[in-house]
Nanobody, 116 residues
Framework: QVQLVESGGGLVQAGGSLRLSCTAA?????????MGWYRQAPGKQRELVAA???????NYADSVKGRFTISRDNAKNTVYLQINSLKPEDTAVYYC?????????WGQGTQVTVSS
């Protein structure tokens, strides 16, 4: 059963922007829990880049502060990640899941590739 669907990735030039979306299947779980965006680059471990609580409080990895913005729409069971000023080192597969607890099975992710 697919529980999370990520979308919005693509190939962009450095300095460009993307908006990622992640829709969760379970409205109840989504609305009462914090969600996070994670990424995994080739040969590296998956890392948290941004998180948002059910009340809208946010936190970011130092490497993305000022460039990434996480938001959520509880009515749509969707969490977003606005990515600006993309850098080649942002290239990775981006996933969403609960935070700090992984509440869902991992989705397929969405590939972000940044060319220099």
């Amino acid at each position: 059963q697919v529980q999370l669907v990520e979308s919005g990735g693509g190939l962009v030039q450095a300095g460009g922007s993307l908006r990622l979306s992640c829709t969760a299947a379970s409205r109840i779980i989504f609305r009462i829990n914090a969600m996070g965006w994670y990424r995994q680059a080739p040969g590296k471990q998956r890392e948290l880049v941004a998180a948002i609580t059910s009340g809208g409080n946010t936190n970011y990895a130092d490497s993305v502060k000022g460039r990434f913005t996480i938001s959520r729409d509880n009515a749509k069971n969707t969490v977003y990640l606005q990515i600006n000023s993309l850098k080649p080192e942002d290239t990775a597969v981006y996933y969403c899941n609960g935070w700090p607890v992984y509440l869902y099975n991992w989705g397929q992710g969405t590939q972000v590739t940044v060319s220099s």
